[in-house]
């Protein structure tokens, strides 16, 4: 599917961005008030980033080897290993950060079915339903809109959100 890096740099911006957005959005109807709830300043959330980026990178080598199955238990295979996947990133982001920053981003304690109050089956099923539908949807419409920007374009365009990202990153961790 992909094939330079400048196009995982483009997905995990996007991929970011949504996951942002999804994240300020619950909040907001939650909380009913803007809650910015992204690490760094703009307006991402890096492990929706990571989390994109690698399902597409792991599920498009194994989407080969269950090319035998029906669609149907293709997709509850794929989500199946995208609850694995995510809730694997989010434990480990989870301690990562509370070991670094000495603080808690998310908390689900109150929830059923956590491990140490960084993942829940709950939002794993999510995650995984969410991941099935950036494989199956979001990646191939993406795939052929990216397709379609230069390669000299598609350059210039990771290069540039690349030094953003890392320039927030500095600017956070100060």
Known sequence: M???IETYVLLFTI???IGWLMEVSLSFIQ???????GFL???YCPIYGFGGV???ILLSNFMKTIDNVSLVDSI???TIVIMFICGTLEYITSWLMEKLFHARWWDYHRFKFNINGRVCLE??????????LLIYIVNPFLSNV?????????IIVGSVLLVIFITDLIISLN
Do not use: E
Request: charged share 10%; glycine share 8%.
């Open 41 to 43: 300043i703009g307006p």
């Open 2 to 4: 992909i094939q330079n």
């Open 146 to 154: 990216i397709a379609m920007i230069s390669d000299k374009v598609l």
């Open 15 to 17: 991929y970011a961005i």
């Open 76 to 78: 509850w295979i794929s």
């Open 123 to 132: 939002n794993s099923i999510w995650f995984g339903l969410l991941g099935a």
């Open 54 to 56: 690698t399902i597409t």
């Open 31 to 37: 909380h009913h008030k803007f809650v910015n709830r």
